[in-house]
């Protein structure tokens, strides 16, 4: 199949890149590299089956160029960000759903037969009740929730109206190789994993029991492909369906440096969810999702990975 990764060259879009690659697809991989990486993508770049292209998804007539044949494009361009969003609005607007409109207007004219999207467990905000469920009402709380619950409605319509297939896949917290620690918005474990390297506590927002759902990246890259090759439509969480607590996370990854550091505590940010956990169940009965690596694994194979880098 030919395949195209918008956003291909980032934390989540470069391990689904070369998972495609490895498979034996032809993978044409847009990004802007503003926060994707060609290094990322060293494995695969001499693979005469990929191409790389530096360009946006907010130039609609470009990006239907790039589509042109392609069997499915796999969207995950976005501005990648919760903080970020609140601090600049319309440019998450712009590149988040302005993108995934553009990406669906592509593979509509294109006549491509599906979208995977790239959504987010932060549609679900705060709202009562867990483990979340697909069916659950949400209740976005930044810019960067409203951009990816919206994006997943544009993908319902164009489905019902243009016959595109559109599958939403709700990331909870995917973590592993290549999340830059450095960001200003960094998630928190790339945070901790750096601070404890350097001899540092983790800094903990909030109390630390505010809990998460901790998913591995390559869980997340195969479920990207199974949904493809699947006829599965619809919105579906992408998770562990496991719930840790940001001081459980600290707790375990002292234990895996075998360091005694007392983490740091500061005040909890705006627009932070306080409960999340994922119900998988929908994802496993429609396209045979299950995840392979256990917090721990996964947090291991991380640690190995960046102090190899």
């Known amino acids: 199949m030919h395949y195209v990764v918008s956003g291909g060259a980032g934390f989540i879009g470069s391990h689904l890149s070369e998972a495609l690659a490895s498979s034996g697809h032809d993978v044409t991989i847009i990004d802007d590299l503003s926060t994707g990486k060609e290094e990322y993508l060293s494995s695969i770049l ?4 990929v191409t790389c292209i530096r360009d946006t998804v907010q130039d609609v007539i470009s990006l239907a160029r790039h589509c042109e044949g392609a069997d499915g494009i796999f969207h995950l361009a976005a501005m990648v960000s919760v903080p970020g969003s609140i601090e600049y609005p319309l440019r998450s607007h712009e590149a988040t759903l302005t993108g995934t409109l553009n990406v669906l207007l592509a593979a509509r004219d294109c006549g491509i037969r599906k979208v995977v999207h790239a959504s987010s467990a932060a549609v679900y905000g705060n709202l009562p009740g867990l483990p979340k469920r697909e069916d659950m009402p949400v209740d976005p709380l930044s810019p960067y929730a409203v ?48 601070r404890i390297r350097a001899g540092e506590s983790p800094l903990i927002f909030g109390n630390g029991m505010q809990t998460r759902d901790f998913v591995y990246v390559k869980d997340v890259a195969k479920a990207n492909i199974q949904v493809m090759e699947a006829k599965s439509q619809g919105v579906f969480n992408i998770a562990s369906g496991r719930e840790t607590s940001v001081n459980d996370l600290a707790a375990i990854l002292l234990d895996l440096f075998n360091v005694k550091f007392e983490p740091e505590y500061y005040p909890e940010r705006p627009g932070e969810v ?14 045979g999702y299950h995840p392979q690596f256990s917090l721990r694994d996964g947090l291991s194979e991380t640690i190995s990975h960046m102090q190899s880098a």
Do not use: M, W
């Open 274 to 287: 306080t409960r999340s956990v994922a119900d998988i169940s929908l994802a496993r009965q429609a396209f």
């Open 147 to 194: 951009a990816k619950y919206a994006g997943e409605q544009y993908c319902r319509v164009f489905s019902a109206l243009y016959g595109v297939e559109t599958a939403s896949l709700r990331y909870f917290n995917v973590f592993g190789p290549r999340q830059d620690p450095r960001s200003d918005y960094a998630a928190v474990i790339p945070r901790f994993i750096a």
């Open 46 to 49: 001499t693979n005469p089956h």
